[in-house]
T-cell receptor, first 117, second 115 residues
Framework: NAGVTQTPKFRILKIGQSMTLQCTQD?????MYWYRQDPGMGLKLIYY???????DKGEVPNGYNVSRSTTEDFPLRLELAAPSQTSVYFC????????????????FGSGTRLTVV | AQSVTQLGSHVSVSEGALVLLRCNYS??????LFWYVQYPNQGLQLLLK??????LVKGINGFEAEFKKSETSFHLTKPSAHMSDAAEYFC?????????????FGQGTRLTINP
């Protein structure tokens, strides 16, 4: 299994441009998450989804949007890129606790490094 | 509110010395606790997890952590540091917030190994 796949790995955007960070998982996990990582701040939750068609805001949702039309995909959209969105973005997924496949909890993608100039 | 505090943003030890990375959590219910490692320019790799079974949890690469409810701690240790352990380490707690399980991270501890 590929696990959680994020594309692109790197991207440079100009202020005001838009882009979509892609995240796909092939483990049939219900739950998916988007985090951003900034130096000295750990990882902060942007948005999450508990299943197809259901999304909700996390700790730092401003400037972002998400959708979850399928179980596999959870894209993160930046409509008007700002320098404050320069960060490393991680997508993660998990299966509910108690499921026989939940032994590892959360599975993370390899990240997207985004720079807004 | 659920939170995780990692004491020390930078820790430096000599090769062969004990590694101790501190993590304290706040949670109103029994937590699921995790330690992740991140090598430079890479993603997060699970080191170990506590899910209410044994309080002493053994992970990969010789690391282990002990869950101490009375101290609300989940410190990460390794008896003898190796150069390859140089990385950033994150403690995290999985808690139910607004009806959904979420992973809340500490701010991270950068581990440096001196030859």
């Amino acid at each position: 299994n590929a696990g959680v796949t994020q594309t692109p790995k790197f991207r440079i955007l100009k202020i005001g441009q838009s882009m979509t960070l892609q995240c796909t998982q092939d483990m049939n996990h219900n739950y998916m998450y988007w985090y951003r990582q900034d130096p000295g701040m750990g990882l902060k939750l942007i948005y999450y989804s508990v299943g197809a068609g259901i999304t909700d805001k996390g700790e730092v949702p401003n400037g972002y949007n998400v959708s979850r039309s399928t179980t596999e995909d959870f894209p993160l959209r930046l409509e008007l890129a700002a320098p404050s969105q320069t960060s490393v973005y991680f997508c993660a997924s998990r299966t509910p606790w108690g499921n026989r496949l939940s032994s590892d909890g959360y599975t993370f993608g390899s990240g997207t490094r985004l720079t807004v100039v | 509110a659920q939170s995780v505090t990692q004491l020390g943003s930078h820790v430096s030890v000599s090769e062969g010395a004990l590694v101790l990375l501190r993590c304290n959590y706040s949670s109103s219910v029994p937590p699921y606790l995790f330690w992740y490692v991140q090598y430079p320019n890479q993603g997060l790799q699970l080191l170990l997890k506590y899910t209410s079974a044994a309080t002493l949890v053994k992970g990969i690469n010789g690391f282990e952590a002990e869950f101490k409810k009375s101290e609300t701690s989940f410190h990460l240790t390794k008896p003898s540091a190796h150069m390859s352990d140089a990385a950033e380490y994150f403690c995290a707690v999985s808690v139910r917030i607004q009806g959904a399980q979420k992973l809340v991270f500490g701010q991270g501890t950068r581990l440096t190994i001196n030859p």
